[in-house]
């Protein structure tokens, strides 16, 4: 146990967050069991050792973060091991990766049910169904998802500006005025490009090449996190890619063609749904659909799930255009429900508000509409109807 304690203060010693997570605040910590999911490169191993920093002295030893990709954890089950930091006054265990421990679920139930007074925090893949595909965890566990950097926490990142986050309703009614609040600390332009190629993985502040290891992380997602969770085949690996990339390069301008793509991969098109669907619980991808539709049926657009994705894959060809609409689109996933928009307009959010996303500096004969909400790129500016694209970066 004295192995995984000197462990344990090693990290905290050298864990770094200049930005702090907004979730941290949304969490409700007294709950016993909490479940963070996220997709891979995400930060959730600094996230759970910034709880501990945040919440225990360094030396306290009611706390400890383990990772189950220890291979102590192939001889040793949850429960045994939780059993014993539980008698030794531990209250809280911090696991990391507890997908990687065989029967997880079944164990983190037994720690549950065997020792009240312990709490429990576990990060998983983005890939996991933690209530459908594991029952004996219903009731008794709260999920969060942890979300890549939004513009607002990459600009006060970059710029030491401590800008906080806004709702829909706070931007939508207040922009002019909230824009005149960030301006004069910052010009929000000098960042937004940077922020569309490399922002939304944490790891863009290490010193390695980012697209480079934002490749690897994506094919550890397909190779690791969905193989193993799904329980897929190897031998279905090479598909599941090639799936991946066609749709990444046909762009999210038209629906997919689902016949055609089982045709390429050599599948059937129930099988191409399914992977559809795992390459979207694995954030790689974001599916729109119309009003009232939803999986198993086709989606209107597949879009990739940000636009740090789009640069990383095919860097020559990324159209601006699809790259704000993806930004816009991973900006409001968090909290709203997107659906295709009308003639008039891009998308419907929460299945009422119309947006359209267009370049404030082109030509535009475009015919506004009052019922429509222009969020513009190429502008720092907004007025009425017509709000900054960037500002959506802020509401979280």
């Known amino acids: 146990m004295e192995a995984f304690f000197r462990t344990h203060r090693y990290l905290i010693e050298h864990t770094n967050a200049p930005?702090?997570?907004?979730?941290?605040?949304?969490?409700?910590?007294?709950?016993?069991?909490?479940?963070?999911?996220?997709?891979?490169?995400?930060?959730?191993?600094?996230?759970?050792?910034?709880?501990?920093?945040?919440?225990?002295?360094?030396?306290?030893?009611?706390?400890?973060?383990?990772?189950?990709?220890?291979?102590?954890?192939?001889g040793h089950g949850i429960?045994?091991?939780?059993?014993?930091?539980?008698?030794?006054?531990?209250?809280?265990?911090?696991?990391?990766?507890?997908?990687k421990q065989p029967n997880w679920s079944s164990e983190l139930r037994k720690c549950y049910d065997l020792y009240p007074n312990l709490?429990?925090?576990?990060?998983?893949?983005?890939?996991?169904?933690?209530?459908?595909e594991n029952p004996e965890l219903n009731g008794i566990v709260k999920s969060y998802n942890l979300r890549g950097f939004s513009f607002r926490e990459f600009i006060n990142l970059m710029t030491g500006n401590n800008f906080k986050a806004y709702t829909l309703d706070e931007?939508?009614?207040?922009?002019?005025?909230?824009?005149?609040?960030?301006?004069?600390?910052?010009?929000?332009?000098?960042?937004?490009?940077?922020y569309i190629h490399h922002g939304f993985y944490p790891f863009f502040q290490e010193h390695r090449n980012y697209s480079e290891n934002l490749l690897k992380t994506m094919n550890m997602m397909t190779e690791v996190d969905i193989l193993l969770i799904k329980q897929i085949e190897l031998k279905y690996l090479t598909k599941i890619k090639k799936l991946f990339y066609q749709l990444a390069e046909e762009g999210p301008g038209k629906a997919p063609n689902v016949s055609?793509?089982?045709?390429?991969?050599?599948?059937?098109?129930?099988?191409?749904?399914?992977?559809?669907?795992?390459l979207t619980d694995a954030r790689l991808l974001n599916l729109i659909y119309p009003v009232g539709q939803d999986f198993p049926k086709k989606p209107a657009k597949i879009m990739l799930h940000n636009s740090n994705l789009?640069?990383?894959?095919?860097?020559?060809?990324?159209?601006r255009q699809e790259a704000m609409e993806t930004f816009f689109v991973n900006a409001m996933w968090k909290d709203h429900k997107l659906n295709t928009g009308t003639r008039e307009c891009s998308f419907l959010v929460d299945e009422k508000l119309k947006f359209?996303?267009?370049?404030?500096?082109?030509?535009?004969k475009l015919r506004m509409s009052p019922d429509v909400i222009y969020a513009r790129y190429n502008t720092e500016i907004g007025k009425d109807n017509q709000i900054p694209l960037w500002l959506l970066g802020f509401l979280y």
Request: charged share 25%.
């Open 119 to 132: 709490k429990i925090v576990f990060t998983g893949s983005s890939v996991m169904r933690l209530k459908d």
């Open 260 to 278: 055609k793509l089982a045709q390429d991969i050599e599948t059937s098109r129930a099988t191409v749904m399914n992977y559809i669907k795992y």
């Open 79 to 99: 429960s045994d091991f939780a059993g014993k930091f539980y008698m030794q006054g531990g209250r809280v265990l911090l696991i990391d990766q507890v997908f």
């Open 310 to 319: 789009m640069y990383a894959i095919y860097p020559i060809m990324v159209d």
């Open 19 to 74: 930005v702090r997570r907004t979730l941290m605040d949304e969490i409700d910590w007294s709950d016993r069991m909490i479940g963070i999911k996220g997709t891979r490169g995400i930060g959730k191993t600094t996230f759970l050792l910034q709880y501990a920093k945040e919440h225990f002295d360094i030396m306290d030893k009611q706390c400890l973060y383990i990772n189950m990709n220890n291979f102590f954890f192939q």
């Open 171 to 194: 931007i939508l009614r207040n922009h002019e005025t909230i824009i005149k609040q960030i301006l004069p600390k910052v010009s929000p332009n000098r960042y937004f490009q940077d």
């Open 356 to 364: 359209r996303i267009i370049d404030a500096k082109s030509p535009n």
